[in-house]
C-alpha cells in the first residue's frame, strides 16, 4: 500500500510539473497601450493590443477621457489625435495632436501636465523609434 500511495504521489508531481508555464519565453505583441481616465494609470483603464500604421478611435467610454495614454515597452510609438479617424477637419500646424509618444515619453502617465488631459478621440501607431519625444 506504502509503495502504491508513493507512485501515485510521483505521478501527481511529475504531472504538475510538466504542465507548468512553457520554458520558452513568448514574445508580446507590439502595439499595446494602456488608456486611462486618471492619471498614472488610475480610474478607468484598457489595455489592449492596436494594428500598427491604422487610424484607431478610442472607446466610448474613454473617448476625451484619457489622461494616461502609455504605450507597452517594445518599439513603437504612437500619435494621439483629438479627432475621431477621418472626423473633422484640422487646423492646427502640429496636426491636432500632441505628438510622438513612446515608452519613453515622460509624461505618458498624465496628458494633463501638456495640456493634454482628456482630449485624445483617436490614435495612430508605427513601429520603430519615436521621431522625436515630447
Known amino acids: 500500500m506504502k509503495n502504491a500511495m508513493t507512485a ?3 505521478l501527481v508531481l511529475a504531472s504538475a510539473c510538466m504542465s507548468g508555464a512553457n520554458p520558452i519565453a513568448q514574445k508580446r505583441a507590439v502595439g499595446g ?3 486611462c481616465t486618471g492619471a498614472n494609470s488610475t480610474g478607468q483603464c484598457n489595455h489592449a493590443v492596436h494594428p500598427m500604421d491604422k487610424c484607431v478611435n478610442v472607446t466610448t467610454a474613454l473617448y476625451h477621457k484619457v489622461v494616461t495614454f502609455a504605450p507597452d515597452g517594445e518599439e513603437f510609438y504612437c500619435y494621439p489625435y483629438e479627432n475621431l479617424c477621418g472626423v473633422g477637419i484640422c487646423t492646427s500646424p502640429e496636426g491636432c ?4 509618444i513612446s515608452y519613453e515619453s515622460p509624461f505618458k502617465d498624465n496628458l494633463t501636465a501638456v495640456g493634454w488631459g482628456q482630449s485624445v478621440g483617436s490614435f495612430e501607431c508605427y513601429q520603430g523609434t519615436a521621431p522625436s519625444t515630447p
Not at 97 to 100: P, R, Y
Open 8 to 10: 501515485v504521489i510521483v
Open 33 to 35: 497601450v494602456l488608456m
Open 97 to 100: 495632436t500632441l505628438g510622438a
